[in-house]
Every structure is written in C-alpha cells, then in structure tokens.
C-alpha cells in the first residue's frame, strides 16, 4: 500500500473529515496522545482509552473506525478484536491493529480486523489508513 502524499495530507486537512470519530485503544499513554493529536489534526473526533471495562460503553461514542493495540495491560488485543466483531452494535466497524509483533497480518486475520499498522508507524501510514476505512462512508459536509 503507498503512502500518502503531502498534498493529499493538506486536502484532507483542509477539507475535514467532519463527523468522523475514531476510538483509540491503547495502553501506552504517549503513543494514545500521539494517535490522537495525528487524527485530531487530521479533522477526526477521537476517544482514546486505556481498556474499556465494558464494550457497552464504547457504543455511544459511535466510533467509525476502531485503533487498538495488540498488547493491552499483558493481554492479546486480538481476543478483544474478536469481541467487538461478536457485538452487533459494533461488528460492522472497521479494527486496524497497532502492534510490533512480527506476525501482525496473521493475527489481525484470524480476529477479522480490517487492517494493522506495525509499529513503529509513520504518521502517514495511521492516516492513510483510517482514511481509507472512513472512505467508503459518506462525508459530512
């Protein structure tokens, strides 16, 4: 997949991805607030959370694309990837992985996410594909 470039960066700064959220499940607090900033810039509303206790109470906030970290507080991010998928009000959207693991393509398959991002990642890299997973929603204008 080809990065994106800086003049299409510019553009979608420019124009706002307006109403388009993104949850961000990551443990590690620095790269949370860094993904958040990156998307935020971006023009995405974000929540970003260590874990949630319950996936109850991520449904509200009507995420449009899930981030989520494989290694959360020493468990497998994946076995919460195959949760999301199993609750119907979140099963149609889109998981990217974050993780350093080496058999991160296998792993983001077997718990059916949508994408993964190796870290460490490139800015573009966490924008070109959240971009490409809002994408085939409609843009608020």
Excluded at 95 to 109: F, G, K, P, R
Excluded at 126 to 132: A, N, P, Q, S, T
């Amino acid at each position: 997949m080809s990065a994106i470039d800086f003049k299409t960066l510019t553009f979608i700064k420019n124009y706002k991805i307006l109403d388009k959220k993104v949850l961000i499940i990551e443990n590690d607090e620095d790269i949370r607030h860094i993904v958040e900033f990156i998307l935020q810039e971006q023009g995405f509303k974000t929540l970003s959370i260590p874990e949630p206790e319950d996936l109850s109470e991520i449904i509200p906030f009507a995420p449009n694309v899930i981030l989520l970290d494989e290694f959360i507080n020493s468990k497998p991010g994946h076995r919460l990837c195959r949760k999301i998928k199993q609750v119907a009000a979140l099963a149609a959207i889109p998981v990217i992985i974050l993780s350093t693991a080496n058999d991160i393509e296998l792993i983001a398959a077997e718990c059916e996410a949508n994408d993964h991002i190796r870290k460490p990642f490139e800015v573009e890299d966490i924008v070109d594909k959240v971009v490409r997973m809002v994408n085939h929603q409609p843009l608020a204008f």
